[in-house]
C-alpha cells in the first residue's frame, strides 16, 4: 500500500476539545483510542498494539479491514466516478448492488430504495408504510406499532420506535411521536411461541389495528436495545397477524442481516417474507455508509397511487456509486457462501467458550446465536473501565448498559476468537457488585 502511513500521529487535545463522539458529553469527555490502520481482524493503535476486533465496527465489518476485493472494487469506482446526484441520472453500480439484493431477499421484494446510513433507511420504511395506506384508501392508518427493548436508529422517527423506557422518549418529549408498543418477545430462541407473548400480540391487533399502518421489528435478535433472540414463531404469529389485520410488516434487518445470526437474513428462520425490509451496516461489508430499504410490488403501487403520486424522499447521496461499489463487491463475497461454514465455527467456538462465564455471580445469562456471543450482567457496567482492560488484554471488545459481547468478523481465525473469549471470561470474573448502579445510555 502506497499511501499507508502508520507513524500519523493523533491530536487528541483538539478531539476531546471539539469532536463529538457517539452518546458522549462535551465536557466529561470519556477516553478514545487513536487507529492509525486496520487490516484483517486487527485493528493498529497510534502507538503500535494491536487489537483484535471483536465488533466488526458495529456489525459492518463482516469480511475483516481492508479486505483486497472490497479495495479494488473501490479504488476503480473512485477514479471512474465517486459520486453523481441520483435525480434523472443512474449508474450501473447502483443498478448492480440493487440486483443482488433482489436476488438474495424475499422473492416478494422487488423495489429498492438507496440510504446513506440504517436510520434514514427507518426513516424510508415508515414513509413508505404511511404513503402506502394514503394510497389504499386507509388514510386513517398512520400510526405504527413495535415492540418494547427495540433499537431502529437515532434520527427523530426512528427513535419514536426505539424502547420507550429510559431513552430518547423520556428526553425529547411531545417531538417524539407516541407510536403503540407491545411487550418485547418472551419466547425464547428455538421454543415455541407462549401464551404470554401470543396474547399480547393478539390484544394488540384487535385494539389498534384500525390506527395501524405498519409494525417494525428487529428479526429474531433484538440488538442495541437488549441484546437478545426470540423465538421464529413469534415472527410466523406477527405475519399471520398482519395479513389478518391488513398491517404492513417492516423488517428491520441493519444489524441481523448478510449472515450475522447463521442464516442470510434473520427471517429466514421463519421462513416469512416483509413487506418491507431494511438493510445497512454490513451491506458495504463495513467499508463506507450505505443502507437500502426494500418493499414488494404491491406497497410500491400503493405508494404511487398516494395523492403525491410519488415517494417523499430523496437524499443527496443517494445511491452513492463509491459505496455501491463496495456493497457489490461485499455482497459477491458472501454470495460464494463462504460466510456460512465461518459464521457456524464462530457459533461452536462461542458455544465452546463463554457458558464458563456463568460461574461468576456477577453473571446474569450468556447467550449465542451465529456469531454473536452476549454475556449479561446483574447490572450496567463501566464501559470506560472495562473498554480499558479489554485493550490491555490485546482485544477490542465495547459493553454497554449490561452487556459484554461480540459480533466478531466472519474472517476472525480459530485463535484470534480464542483470545477474543478469554478476554470476555478474564473481564466478566473481575467485574464487582456495583453498588451505584450505573447506566449508560443506548449503545454509545
Ligand atoms: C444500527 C441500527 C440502526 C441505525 O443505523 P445507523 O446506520 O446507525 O443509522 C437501525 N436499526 C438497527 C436494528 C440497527 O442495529
Redesign the pocket.
Known sequence: MAFLDTNTTIDFAFDAQHIWHPYTSMTQSLPVYGVVSAQGCELTLDNGKVLIDGTSS??SCVHGYSHPTILAAMQKQLSQLSHVMFGGITHQPAIETSKRLVQMTSDNLTKVFLAD??????EVALKMALQYWQGRSKPQKQRIMTVKS??????FA?MSVCDPDGGMHTMFGNNVTKQVFIPAPTSKFDEPLNQIDNDALETAFTQYHQDIAAVII?PIMQ??GAMRFYSAAYLTKLRQLCDQYDVLLIL?????GFGRTGTLFAYEHANIEADIL?V??ALTGGYI?L?ATLCSDEVASGISDSPAGVFMHGPTFMGNPLACAAATASLDLLLTGEWIQQVKDIETHLLHTLPAAMKSTQVKDVRVLGSVGVIEMRSSVNTATLQKAFVELGVWVRPFSRYIYIMPPYTITEEQLTRLTSAMLVVADTIVPNKNNQTLIS?G
Not at 446510513?117 to 427507518?122: E, R, T, Y
Not at 427495540?150 to 434520527?155: E, I, R, V
Open positions: 458495529w456489525w446510513s440504517g436510520s434514514i433507511a427507518v427495540g433499537y431502529h436508529g437515532d434520527t426512528a428487529e440488538g442495541a428491520d434487518e441493519i444489524a441481523t431494511c445497512g451496516k455508509s443502507a449503545h
